[in-house]
């Protein structure tokens, strides 16, 4: 087995099993590891002669390294194992949390979850608690939104007890989710086979319990304006689905981003398909959102393509990564904690892993010490980028010398969209690219300044639209921090402005920049400009 | 893992240049296939490059954003010919594709090709025939118009008379979940997109007030409830399907419906109605499948048949809004998805 192209793949359902065949099809061997005993597959499952381990019962405890090189430490029943990896699939099962407590009620013989009756109606010999002729009532998204994958599953189960079990059933609903795969189709088919819709847009019905263990179901109908009150045989509540317990420790063990939710992969649509904070790691399915198994295979392909593309990609690391000076470092691990791709690696002191590098520039622009730089972001090669355009005017009509400081992955195609469809620019605008507002340091603006510039605009990603997380928030910090040097130096705090913008926008650049403009153009000369004078112009 | 590259150069053409095509067309690039990206109209990007940022501030996720770099990537990309302005005309399939593609009518030209992806998009349903007053009252739009008119002037102002709205409507499910128009789908993108538009609306023109009728309002990104629950506030939601529209003499819209609270039938006057028109099978699906000898499910989209197993045809590969309705998000995925196929099928 080819050790360093191994994929290690978690999970143990057919998301994760679907990943491993399509990798071992392409020749690329998968270590899959399951925490359950019975994963739903083993070894016997994958084709012969193939590079395939299987290892179940297996927590993962500890991942070092980056991508192409991670050391993956394991907890194999108790026993420690280790694999070196080049990448890492995370296509763990998601778990259903039945809405028992949300609705107040209590499981029992008449009162079941969404998956009981899933389990009752595939095997109506081993349980009869559903019984033919029976009134059975559905919950679905009725006190909370519930989605697609629930509502789907909700359909589906109807049809049958309505055909199959001779029940009557009542699906009560808030918003009936039918943006799913066929969803409006079925739903048109569960009313013609009979079942009851009866929905609740400014009400919400009173649930409780008899002692027969019954719900007791009392409503308005926003159709007939009449009240009812009706105790069904069988009611199903419905069920959330959420991130299993181990799916939280794996995000700590490998520092990866989550949602509010807890499923892996920040609410960021940088991330879109399948990638995390971190190279080589991607995640897939069940791990990633609430999704169909058809979504999981379109997840599971993705994975796929991914690894596949990390495995052939065999570029040099590009020049434009973070170096530290180790002879003054001071160990205080700021770019370690900050850095969001995980690349700052610890021993004595801390080292950049370049392969995982993204050349952000967070970590330049927040270590204390100024012992990071990046080629391309030091303090003389952004101030070599501002150059004052040589016509501008002062003495009769002042125009403005503004400095925009952009990010790449959107301000500055807001930029070339605006240049062109030839949108109003300030006449003397000087855009300065960097690959994050986040690398933007006070060495930065402070460069702009002595250049003399009037104004000075940071355009950054939206909040939450940062391929480095949160390199607009830090952006915004470092411009607030500066402004108290402002006081000091008496300038006026209106010539430094933060603003956020989508790639898209050529408008708004154009305005926010026009605006910015005539702000600048009320407020003069900078002090500095003025006290510099012309030395820059007469240099350059 | 160099060994993994086949020395023969294998060649892919991708039908449609919205954002299914453009990721897939880039994808494929990634793996040194060349790359035919055919493009029927005069500019790449489709109609997610009409979207506009609905950000306050903070990014809602609907990824219009995602679009210009993309773009931008297959421009300069150098194992991608972009045909603009472009149609297939002929396919020959002999184990390849023999395929003749024309430029505006005026020239063609043939490629040979070992796999296809089909990516031409979606039509927007016309709401012509629907008795909302569109086309025929200027201030009726659809989404799709509002998002452009946001993109490139920044705020909704009425196309009658340039005023800003005091009252807008939006009216949701315009033939989407419609028996009479035979379309029994969700177009699952418009609920997201018009509660994030209300929203973005709010935030700059304070004073106009949002009313959104709707049949079920569906969830869009993560954590759907917090989103909604913030939003109820600042919008008016209405269960209804709104019966018709009419001009008043003072140039306003009159809307009926049947109000759900009152349970009474009531005309409301709004300054602005949009309409959030359904995803449709693309007008040019049908002849382009019928030239690659694949067929349409009974809604005509591109069927697949239980959507795991491409393709329907040996070679031909489909990716986005052509399998039904969907989100940029989702229509990424999907080029993901169906490049991955490629790839396993030309054996790269």
């Known amino acids: 087995m080819d050790l ?16 491993a065949f399509d990798l071992l099809e392409k020749g690329i061997s998968v270590t899959v590891v399951s925490s359950e005993e019975n994963a739903g597959l083993c070894l016997s499952d994958f084709p012969k002669n193939t590079p395939v381990e299987l290892l179940t019962q297996t927590r993962i405890i500890k991942c070092r390294g980056a991508v192409g090189n991670f ?6 029943n108790g026993k420690l194992i280790e694999r070196n990896i080049s990448n890492i699939v995370l296509a763990e099962e998601d778990r259903r949390e039945p809405n028992f407590g949300l609705y107040g009620l209590t499981p029992s013989e008449r009162i079941l979850s969404l998956s009981q009756v899933n389990d009752i109606i595939n095997e109506p010999q081993r349980d009869d608690r559903i019984k033919s002729g029976f009134k059975t009532a559905f919950f679905a998204g ?6 697609p994958v629930i509502t789907g599953q909700i359909m589906l189960l109807s049809l049958d007890l309505q055909s199959r079990f001779k029940n009557q059933v009542y699906i009560l609903t808030g918003n009936l989710k039918v943006a799913g795969d066929g969803l409006e189709a079925l739903y048109r088919k569960t009313r013609d086979e009979g079942v009851v819709y009866i929905k ?21 109908d926003e159709i007939t304006a009449e009240q009812f009150k009706f105790t069904p045989d069988i009611t199903v509540v419905d069920e959330a689905i959420v991130p299993s317990e181990y799916l939280s420790e794996l995000t700590k063990v490998f520092k990866l981003g989550r949602d509010m939710a807890g499923f892996v992969q920040s609410d960021n649509v940088r991330r879109i398909p399948v990638y995390t904070n971190r190279k080589g790691i991607l995640v897939a399915g069940p791990s990633r959102t609430i999704q169909t198994r058809f979504d999981h295979d379109i997840d599971a392909a993705n994975a796929g393509l991914s690894v596949y593309g990390l495995l052939k990609d065999s570029a040099p690391v590009p020049e434009n990564r973070a170096e530290i000076d180790r002879g003054r470092c001071v160990r205080c691990l700021t770019c370690y904690r900050l850095c969001p791709f995980i690349a700052i690696s610890l021993d004595a002191k801390p080292f950049v892993v370049g392969e995982a590098c993204e050349g952000c520039g967070i970590c330049a622009a927040e270590c204390p010490k100024t012992t990071i730089t990046i080629k391309g972001l030091s303090g003389p090669e952004i101030s070599d980028r501002i150059v004052r355009p040589a016509d501008l005017g002062r003495e009769k009509v002042f125009t403005p010398f503004i400095v925009a400081f952009c ?29 994050c507002a986040g690398g933007i340091s006070l060495d930065h603006i402070l460069h702009a300044l002595r250049k003399g510039a009037d104004g000075i605009m940071i355009l950054t990603c939206h909040e939450g639209n940062c391929h480095s997380e949160k390199g607009n928030i830090y952006a915004r910090r470092r411009a607030d921090s500066v402004l108290d040097l402002f006081d000091q130096m008496g300038l006026e705090r209106q010539r430094l402005v933060v603003k956020t913008i989508a790639s898209n926008m050529a408008m708004e650049f154009s305005e926010l920049l026009t605006k910015f403009e005539e702000q600048i153009i009320v407020l003069g000369v900078s002090k500095i400009a003025k006290t510099k004078d012309i030395g820059d112009d007469k240099t350059g | 893992m160099g060994s993994i590259i086949n020395m023969q150069r294998k060649h892919a053409i991708v039908i449609g240049g919205g954002i299914a095509g453009l990721c897939a067309a880039l994808e494929l690039a990634r793996f040194d296939i060349d790359v035919d990206l055919v493009e029927k109209g005069p500019a790449l990007g489709g109609h997610a490059r009409s979207l506009t940022c609905k950000a306050t501030d903070r990014c809602v996720k609907c990824g219009a954003c995602l679009v210009e770099e993309r773009l931008q990537a297959v421009v300069e990309n150098p194992n991608i010919k972009v045909h603009l302005g472009s149609e297939i005309m002929e396919v020959q399939d002999s184990g390849g594709f023999s395929v003749v593609i024309s430029n505006e009518g005026k020239s063609t030209c043939s490629c040979e090709a070992d796999a296809v992806i089909i990516a031409s998009g979606f039509s927007l349903f016309r709401p012509d025939g629907k008795p909302y007053g569109y086309k025929r009252f200027a201030n009726v739009l659809t989404n799709l118009d509002l998002e452009r008119m ?3 002037q920044g705020s909704v102002k009425r196309p009658s008379d340039q005023r800003e709205p005091e009252k807008i409507a939006f009216i949701q499910c315009v033939g989407s979940r419609d028996a009479k128009t035979g379309h029994l789908w969700c177009s699952r993108i418009c609920c997201g997109a018009a509660l994030r538009m209300s929203r973005l609306i709010r935030s700059r023109q304070p004073q106009v007030t949002i009313s959104v009728f709707y049949i079920d309002i569906q969830s869009s990104g993560r954590d759907f409830q917090f989103f909604l629950d913030g939003l109820r506030n600042d919008v008016r939601l209405i269960r209804a399907i709104p019966a018709d529209v009419f001009r008043t003499e003072d140039d306003r819209l009159s809307m009926s419906y049947f109000d759900p609270t009152s349970r009474q039938s009531k005309d409301e006057i709004f300054d602005m109605i949009i309409l959030s028109v359904g ?36 070679g031909v590969f489909a990716a986005g809004t052509v399998l039904g309705p969907m989100g940029i998000a989702e229509s990424i995925a999907s080029a993901g998805k169906a490049v991955w196929e490629a790839i396993r099928y030309l054996k790269i």
């Open chain 1, 71 to 76: 050391t993956v430490s394991m907890d194999l």
């Open chain 2, 279 to 314: 995803l449709c099978p693309g007008d040019d699906l049908k002849g382009l499948c019928s030239l690659f000898g694949m067929k349409l499910s009974d809604s005509g989209f591109v069927t697949v048949s239980d959507k795991t197993e491409y393709p329907e045809k040996h």
């Open chain 1, 407 to 435: 990010c790449n992955r959107s301000a500055s195609m807001a930029r070339d969209l605006a240049v062109n469809n030839k949108l109003d620019m300030p006449k003397g605008l000087v855009t300065v690219e960097l690959p």
């Open chain 1, 200 to 220: 609740f847009s400014n009400s919400l019905p009173s649930i409780s319990q008899q002692e027969d263990n019954r719900a007791l179901i009392e409503f308005y």
């Open chain 1, 142 to 147: 009725l006190l909370r939104e519930t989605d």
């Open chain 1, 4 to 19: 360093q192209n191994t994929t290690i793949i978690i999970g143990g359902g057919s998301c994760a099993k679907k990943i």
């Open chain 2, 150 to 152: 946001i993109r490139m």
